[in-house]
C-alpha cells in the first residue's frame, strides 16, 4: 500500500475564526468607550467591586472549588478562566485558574475511571472517541499537546481513564499541557478588561497585546496538528519500510 502524504489544509477556516475573534475585540472596545455600556465600566466601579472579592481571604479557594465542582460535571472551563483574570489579574489568575482545573482534571480521570467505559462512554459519544483517538498511543507528548487542541477539557480526562494512562502520566502531563492556554487566555482576558476600563493611552498597546494573544489561541492549535500528522506519517512509513516484503510464487 502506497502511503500519501495528506495534503495541507487550506488556512481559511482559522482565518475567518481569527478574523471574527478580532472583530469582537475591537468591537468590544468601541463599546466600552463610545457606548452607554462605558458608563457601567467605569474603572471606579469596576475596581471598587473587584478589590472587594479580591480582598476577601477565601476568593481563592472560592474559586478553585467553584471550578473543581462544576468542571467535573462538564461545564466548560473558559466563564472559570475570565472570572480568575478579572478578580485576580494576569498572574495571579493564571495560578489559580492552573490550580482548579489542574484538581477538576484529577477529579474528571477518577470519576470517568469509578462509572466505568460503558457509562462513559453513554454521555461522550462521538466527542468522547475523537479525544480517544487522539490518544490511543498513550503516549506522554499526546498528552500534553491535546490539551492544546480544540477538545474540551472534561473529554480529555474521560478519554485518558477510559484508555488506560497511568495517573502519574496524566497527572504530571496535565500539569503541563493545561499552564500554556490557561495562561493565554487569562491574559487575554485581563487585558482585554484593563484596555476596557482603563485609560486611553494604554488602548493601543493593549488591544495589540489581545490581538497577538488571539492569533496564537486560533493558530498555535492548527500548526500543533500539523506537526502530529506529520510525525504520524514518519512513523507509518517506518513501520512500512521495517516489514519484510512478501514475494509472490516464483514461476519455474
Known amino acids: 500500500m502506497k502511503i500519501v502524504p495528506e495534503a495541507p489544509r487550506s488556512l481559511r477556516g482559522p482565518a475567518v475564526k481569527f478574523g471574527i475573534l478580532l472583530v469582537l475585540v475591537v468591537g468590544g472596545f468601541l463599546a466600552a468607550r463610545y ?3 462605558a458608563e457601567y465600566l467605569k474603572l471606579e466601579r469596576i475596581e471598587g467591586y473587584l478589590d472587594q472579592v479580591r480582598g476577601l481571604w477565601w476568593a481563592p479557594l472560592a474559586l478553585v472549588g467553584t471550578i473543581i465542582v462544576l468542571g467535573s460535571l462538564g461545564l466548560p472551563a473558559t466563564p472559570f478562566i475570565v472570572a480568575g483574570a478579572a478578580i485576580f489579574g494576569a498572574l495571579w489568575g493564571t495560578l489559580w485558574n492552573w490550580v482548579g482545573i489542574f484538581l477538576s482534571s484529577l477529579t474528571g480521570f477518577l470519576l470517568a475511571r469509578l462509572l466505568g467505559r460503558e457509562f462513559v462512554e453513554r454521555i461522550g459519544g462521538s466527542k468522547l472517541q475523537k479525544a480517544e483517538k487522539l490518544l490511543h498511543r498513550r503516549g506522554f507528548l499526546p498528552l500534553i499537546a491535546i490539551r492544546f487542541l480544540p477538545v474540551p477539557f472534561t473529554l ?18 496535565s500539569a503541563i499541557g493545561l499552564l500554556p492556554p490557561i495562561a493565554i487566555i487569562t491574559y487575554f482576558s485581563a487585558a482585554l478588561l484593563q484596555a476596557a476600563t482603563g485609560d486611553r493611552a494604554g488602548i493601543v498597546r493593549q488591544a495589540l497585546m489581545v490581538s497577538i494573544t488571539a492569533a496564537l489561541i486560533v493558530f498555535f492549535p492548527i500548526g500543533l496538528r500539523r506537526r502530529l500528522r506529520k510525525r504520524k506519517l514518519k512513523r507509518l512509513r517506518a513501520e512500512r519500510a521495517a516489514r519484510p516484503l512478501r514475494r509472490g510464487p516464483v514461476d519455474r
Open 156 to 173: 480529555v480526562n474521560a478519554a485518558a481513564a477510559v484508555v488506560g494512562v497511568k495517573l502519574p502520566k496524566f497527572l504530571l502531563a
Open 35 to 37: 457606548t452607554p455600556l
